[in-house]
């Protein structure tokens, strides 16, 4: 320090040394005291360097603690300092950075060391110096060959030169992404309907969705994360989700699809074991959703099918309304409902099902009258809409049934009128319930449903009484006809024989009628019979029964008779003189009179057969004496009989020489016109009277079992004829070959259709056998035992005669048939007659329901045609197209025409037939 001092001291008086001259002495001190100076001076650089060299260590330490690498560079691109994680990122030695180094000389250390980009060595130099000539501040990022992702910031420097920082992102890349993904996991099973969480080994929610958190009754899935289902949920329930899950834990084994009743909700639940690398299980993952309306919906839908069940099983009426209302009612809350329908007089409404009401007060609205103010259920029927009640006790509808409503609690009503497919009203469907409310849309549309179910099930129930009556009355006169003869002659005569009475029958038949149907009109003849039904039936008793047998004979079965003629002789003539009374028809006084022939049980025949077949033979004796009059049955009757016997045995005789011939009569699609198929019709050759019509002989065939010999030429004439037209290059077409009761009967029908078929080689499909309704209803087992029978075989079956005998719809769907013909009884009365359509247009929408064809027998005229065609009846045969046709005609017909024209008149159909 005095060194220093001394120093300082001459650099601070220079002049004063300058003055004293110097010695010998004064050098060597002064030579001293320089040395000593800068002695002094080089410690001080010492230290100074020394102070520096650890301050530029500190921060040369620093500087290669950075994370990331940095860089500076002269305004020539050439390295003026580096930090160590920069030789790192870029996998090179420290060393190898050395200052100086220009940029070129470091992208090839990085291509030897394998960390350049994918582009070429001088496109990454451009790049770069491109870059670094940019006199803002840059950044970007460039992929490395070996994955790895660099970002780069460059900031200029001043007075030219830049300082370049490198940061190796790939794992922030992949952390961010990490992140991103969890977050737009989670935002994705947010989005989700339903339930979804995932579970520890402990049952501890770790990862859940917010419905599942709303369900819970959690603002969001981080309040569940940690928590179980028992801190959460009722204890019944908890217990049980935790059973699961530890069993789904312990076992391995998921449960799928589980559905459980929740807190009055529905729900599937699917819980799976989520396992390790390892194969060990180290949580539950789990998804539900709330199908409380998808088991309404399944439970509608069975229900419906159940219920439509029952109509097409024919179950009574009350109760397929009642299911259909218990239905509706466990679709809704708090609702009950009752189902009104329209009585025979159209005015007023009758009970049909309530189930679920009072009972006081389903038999208060039974009768309601239908009107414009008479509640929901009047009113919805009057204008044919529906009619909603939010309040009953503020609505003007309601009128007196107000007090009715509050004594039950009800406050709201909603009432549907029930509408035929045609529009007519059938009834009012009405929902009810205790509180002031509408109905919502999901409401009316069930109600909607309901409507219509009601709707099918009422018509079908109205269409099966009117199918059953139109089977056991006289569609012209609604009069009982033959079938319900039987039943009610039969009765009367097993009460006749117990008291010791007779039983009457008064075979009646109108004189002239012809001639009143052909000067009047077929309208005026209807009106005749029907008026004289009317006559008959005012002057009988309730216990008689008027019966019409067709055209115009009638049959009236007197029962409780006491056995004596003139009581007898007394009622017949005063039936005589009220039938008598002129009639008024066509602006025109008509007298009519009758001819009746009188039987009595037992003295004339103790069986129905007997006894009206003698009350017949009666009438006719009552004819052939002039008419107007009646006779009572005699012997002396019996030698008609006679007659009949002689043809019986001659008829014997033509079966043995093969007298018969075949007739085939065409089948006319009504939609193409085209021809598909012949109704084989016998005829007997007799050598004496020439072509016997079949009437005249096939009763007595099926009374004396002839008729099975002639049924067996029959279908094997017809099979074979058949074969030989499409031997011939002739069009294919079907036959029809009806079968008697009597072959049916013989149970061995099946094998003579199968031997028919191998004998001529004919394919079964070109065969149907027709069969009559009341044929099959005599023994039903049997009929659908050989009717199965004989589908299996590929032949074709039909229903003749449809709607003249009875069978319920129940047993129809069942029949394995593919056409219904529609009798000719029916067509005949078409177009002059509502019931006949109204019959004919029954059964054709029955068999289309059945998936059954229709044919209508018996089409004389276009009108008639037309009228079919547009009530959808799909085919139809008889005189408009083609009288009955020996196989040579027939043959000629397929040679010239393929069938019916759809438009043109009668006389054009006529010029068709050879």
């Known amino acids: 320090m005095a060194a220093e001092a001394e120093g300082l001291q001459l650099r601070a008086n220079p002049d004063t040394r300058a003055a004293t001259a110097p010695d010998a002495n004064g050098l060597a001190t002064l030579a001293k005291l320089a040395t000593s100076s800068f002695e002094g001076i080089e410690r001080e650089l010492r230290a100074e360097i020394v102070q520096a060299q650890t301050q530029t260590l500190r921060y040369r330490t620093a500087f290669d603690a950075i994370e990331q690498g940095v860089c500076y560079f002269d305004a020539e691109d050439r390295v003026l300092l580096s930090n160590r994680r920069f030789a790192e990122i870029y996998r090179l030695a420290p060393e190898q950075i050395r200052p100086g180094a220009t940029l070129r000389e470091i992208v090839e250390l990085r291509v030897a060391a394998g960390t350049y980009p994918a582009a070429s060595a001088d496109d990454y130099l451009s790049f770069c110096a491109s870059n670094h000539l940019s006199k803002e501040s840059i950044v970007w990022m460039t992929e490395l060959r070996d994955g790895r992702l660099i970002q780069m910031r460059r900031q200029p420097m001043p007075g030219g030169g830049c300082v370049v920082t490198y940061e190796d992102i790939t794992e922030l890349k992949a952390a961010r992404a990490a992140a991103n993904e969890r977050l737009s996991l989670q935002a994705l099973i947010d989005r989700l309907p339903d339930n979804l969480w995932v579970k520890d080994v402990n049952s501890r929610f770790v990862i859940a969705n917010q419905v599942t958190a709303t369900r819970m009754g959690m603002a969001g899935p981080a309040e569940l994360t940690g928590k179980t289902d028992l801190e959460l949920l009722p204890p019944e329930i908890a217990r049980k989700f935790f059973a699961d899950e530890q069993e789904i834990i312990r076992t391995g084994h998921p449960m799928i699809d589980e559905e459980e009743y929740v807190s009055k909700t529905w729900i599937s639940t699917t819980k799976v074991p989520l396992r390790n ?16 309306t998808r088991r309404l919906e399944d439970a509608l839908r069975d229900e419906q099918a159940k219920i439509l069940e029952m109509i097409a099983m024919s179950a009574p009426l009350g109760d397929v309304l009642e299911h259909l209302v218990l239905l509706m009612e466990s679709q809704f809350k708090g609702i009950a409902g009752s189902i009104l329908l329209v009585d025979e007089t159209g005015s007023r409404l009758r009970h049909g099902a309530a189930p679920s009401l009072p009972d006081t007060y389903a038999k208060a609205i039974d ?7 008479v509640g929901p259920c009047g009113t919805a029927a009057y204008r044919r809409e529906a009619v909603v009640v939010a309040d009953i006790m503020t609505d003007p509808l309601w009128g007196d049934y107000k007090s009715l409503a509050a004594e039950h609690g009800l406050r709201s009503c909603w ?18 319930s205790k509180e002031v409310r509408e109905p919502s849309d999901a409401e009316l549309r069930l109600v909607d449903v309901a409507t219509r179910i009601a709707g099918i099930a009422i018509e079908r129930k109205l269409a099966e009484d009117r199918i059953h009556f139109m089977a056991n009355h006289d569609a012209l006169t609604g009069l009982p006809n033959r079938t319900l003869l039987e039943d009610r002659l039969s009765q009367a005569m097993l009460h006749a024989r117990r008291d010791d009475r007779w039983v009457t029958a008064l075979f009646t038949d109108i004189d002239n009628f012809k001639f009143v149907n052909d000067s009047l009109g077929h309208n005026a003849g209807d009106e005749l019979l029907k008026t004289i039904a009317k006559r008959m039936s005012d002057c009988i008793r309730a216990t008689d029964t008027v019966v019409r047998l067709g055209g115009d004979e009638f049959v009236i079965v007197l029962s409780d008779q006491p056995k004596n003629a003139d009581t007898i002789s007394q009622t017949v003539r005063k039936l005589q003189a009220t039938i008598s009374a002129p009639i008024r028809l066509e602006d025109h006084d008509v007298t009519i009179t009758v001819s009746i022939g009188i039987a009595s049980y037992p003295d004339d025949g103790d069986d129905v057969d007997t006894l009206l077949g003698n009350a017949d033979a009666a009438m006719y004796r009552a004819k052939e004496i002039g008419r107007d009059n009646f006779q009572f049955y005699t012997p002396e009757l019996n030698t008609k009989a006679h007659s009949k016997f002689l043809l019986q045995e001659e008829l014997r005789a033509a079966v043995a020489r093969s007298e018969f011939v075949l007739h085939y009569q065409p089948q006319v699609d009504l939609r193409t016109g085209r021809v598909f198929a012949v109704e084989a019709l016998v005829r007997w050759n007799h050598p004496r009277l020439g072509l016997v019509p079949p009437l005249k002989f096939i009763p007595i065939a099926e009374e004396s079992g002839l008729i099975v010999p002639i049924g067996d030429w029959v279908l ?16 294919p077409i079907a036959v029809c070959v009806n079968v008697s009761a009597r072959q049916f009967r013989e149970g061995n029908l099946v094998a003579q259709v199968t031997n028919a078929l191998t004998q001529t080689g004919l394919d079964a499909k070109y065969l149907e056998i027709e069969v009559t309704e009341s044929l099959i209803m005599q023994d039903l087992d049997l009929a659908i035992a050989t009717m199965t029978d004989l589908q299996r075989l590929g032949v074709e079956l039909s229903i003749d005669d449809f709607g003249t005998g009875y069978s319920s719809l129940s047993a129809l769907k069942t029949f394995p048939v593919s056409r219904l013909k529609i009798d000719k009884s029916f067509i005949d009365g ?23 064809r229709v044919i209508a027998e018996g089409v004389e005229n276009d009108a008639q045609a037309t009228l079919l065609r547009n009530i959808n009846c799909d085919e139809m045969q008889g005189y408009l197209f083609s009288k009955p046709l020996p196989a040579k005609g027939v043959e000629e017909l397929l040679s010239v025409t393929s069938g019916y024209p759809r438009t043109g008149t009668s006389n054009a159909a006529a010029a068709m037939i050879p």
């Open 277 to 292: 690398e390892r194969n060990e299980i180290f949580g539950v993952a789990g998804i539900s959703r709330d199908i409380t």
């Open 415 to 432: 009432a549907t009128p029930i509408l035929s497919h045609q529009g007519a009203v059938l009834g009012t469907f009405a929902m009810y």
């Open 716 to 731: 094997n004439e017809a099979c074979r004829q058949n074969k030989a037209w499409q031997d011939a290059g002739l069009p």
């Open 367 to 373: 009768g309601l009258r239908i009107g414009p103010k």
């Open 830 to 852: 078409l177009l002059a007659n509502e019931n006949d359509k109204a019959v004919t247009s029954a059964v054709i929408s029955l068999g289309q329901k059945l998936n059954l």
